[in-house]
């Protein structure tokens, strides 16, 4: 594969075919061989137009890319995809299904019209790249809020944008990683920060601070929105959260939550979900790392709240 590569009119298939069949029998040792191959395959990448098209799939349910595409140049050293604009969050309008935006890592925000079909760059006009966040106003679809260079961006009409917040909010240099909006008043907006849990009354015009810490996700109850959870990372371990008065007040609930310390481990990351059919069930998602294995650190449930 090495040969070929190197030769004057590589045919690109079979360079990848060679290269696939003799680590399928060899031990894959980095060399400058290896390094230039994948710097060889950028290259490709970057220099074709065609997009990925859906592969077979080993499972009975069918998935095909539907993009964003745009070139991330910070992710394709280490990606299996840098065609692709490496997608951080997409939330639906609700007020209407077919409007999508989506966050990327470092491609900015993007927005589709028919439920992810095709997709534009919303956020060309503003020098930034990694959105994390993204709430779309319930009542209308074109005011949205994301993250983006340390605070957060409001815009009416997904093409204008400002910067939203006080002095006290815009001064911190925040990384933002969940934006949410009370499902019964557009005006009250919670903000998951590093710099702690931020709520707003008047639509990001203003910000207090709940509490300090890094916070990473926000979720309502299905059916009371006075009852809200959140998760914050503590050290080396992620901790649950309840609110019970629409986010004035938080309780830590800890029996069955996960706890590296036993195993002297780490488990820093929590994505939680809530269940609209049971609406007092609550799945977790924790990744971690416990016994010298990191990943998946387990799936935790819980039946009331």
Same mark, same amino acid.
């Given at each position: 594969?090495?040969?070929?590569?190197?030769?004057?009119?590589?045919?690109?298939?079979?360079?990848?075919?060679?290269?696939?069949?003799?680590?399928?029998?060899?031990?894959?040792?980095?060399?400058?061989?290896?390094?230039?191959? @994948?710097?060889?395959?950028?290259?490709?990448?970057?220099?074709?137009?065609? !997009?990925?098209?859906?592969?077979?799939?080993?499972?009975?349910?069918?998935?095909?890319?539907?993009?964003?595409?745009?070139?991330?140049?910070?992710?394709?050293?280490?990606?299996?995809?840098?065609?692709?604009?490496?997608?951080? &969050?997409?939330?639906?309008?609700? #007020?209407?299904?077919?409007?999508?935006?989506?966050?990327?890592?470092?491609?900015?925000?993007? @927005? *589709?019209?028919?439920?992810?079909?095709?997709?534009?760059?919303?956020?060309?006009?503003?020098?930034?790249?990694?959105?994390?966040?993204?709430?779309?106003?319930?009542?209308?679809?074109?005011?949205?809020?994301?993250?983006?260079?340390?605070?957060?961006? @409001?815009?009416?009409?997904?093409?204008?944008?400002?910067?939203?917040?006080?002095?006290?909010?815009?001064?911190?240099?925040?990384?933002?990683?969940?934006?949410?909006?009370?499902?019964?008043?557009?005006?009250?907006?919670?903000?998951?920060?590093?710099?702690?849990?931020?709520? *707003?009354?008047?639509?990001?015009?203003?910000?207090?601070?709940?509490? &300090?810490?890094?916070?990473?996700?926000?979720?309502?109850?299905?059916?009371?929105?006075?009852?809200?959870?959140?998760? !914050?990372?503590?050290?080396?371990?992620?901790?649950?959260?309840?609110?019970?008065?629409?986010?004035?007040?938080?309780?830590?609930?800890?029996?069955?939550?996960?706890?590296?310390?036993?195993?002297?481990?780490?488990? !820093?990351? &929590?994505?939680?979900?809530? #269940?609209?059919?049971?609406?007092? !069930?609550?799945?977790?998602?924790?990744?971690?790392?416990?016994?010298?294995?990191?990943?998946?650190?387990?799936?935790?449930?819980?039946?009331?709240?």
């Amino acid at each position: 594969w090495v040969q070929l590569m190197y030769s004057d009119s590589p045919d690109e298939g079979e360079v990848i075919n060679a290269y696939t069949n003799y680590y399928k029998k060899n031990e894959l040792v980095k060399n400058k061989h290896t390094q230039y191959y @994948k710097r060889w395959l950028r290259n490709i990448s970057r220099l074709s137009d065609a !997009k990925p098209t859906s592969q077979i799939s080993k499972s009975s349910n069918q998935w095909e890319c539907v993009g964003p595409w745009d070139f991330d140049k910070d992710a394709a050293s280490s990606s299996y995809a840098p065609g692709a604009a490496h997608v951080y &969050t997409v939330e639906q309008a609700l #007020s209407n299904p077919n409007i999508l935006y989506a966050g990327t890592a470092t491609a900015g925000a993007w @927005k *589709s019209t028919d439920k992810g079909n095709s997709w534009n760059l919303i956020t060309s006009n503003l020098e930034l790249n990694s959105v994390y966040a993204i709430e779309i106003d319930h009542n209308n679809p074109d005011i949205i809020y994301i993250s983006g260079n340390g605070g957060i961006y @409001k815009s009416f009409d997904g093409i204008n944008w400002v910067v939203i917040g006080d002095a006290a909010f815009t001064n911190l240099s925040h990384s933002i990683k969940d934006i949410k909006m009370c499902p019964d008043n557009n005006q009250i907006l919670f903000v998951a920060s590093d710099e702690g849990l931020f709520k *707003s009354i008047d639509a990001g015009v203003n910000f207090i601070t709940v509490m &300090t810490g890094n916070f990473l996700e926000i979720e309502f109850h299905p059916v009371s929105t006075d009852t809200m959870y959140f998760v !914050k990372q503590a050290g080396d371990s992620t901790v649950f959260y309840r609110s019970d008065d629409g986010g004035n007040t938080l309780f830590n609930f800890t029996n069955g939550w996960p706890n590296p310390n036993i195993f002297n481990g780490e488990q !820093k990351r &929590t994505e939680i979900a809530v #269940s609209p059919s049971e609406p007092d !069930k609550i799945v977790a998602l924790a990744t971690g790392s416990a016994n010298g294995g990191s990943g998946l650190y387990g799936i935790y449930i819980s039946d009331n709240k």
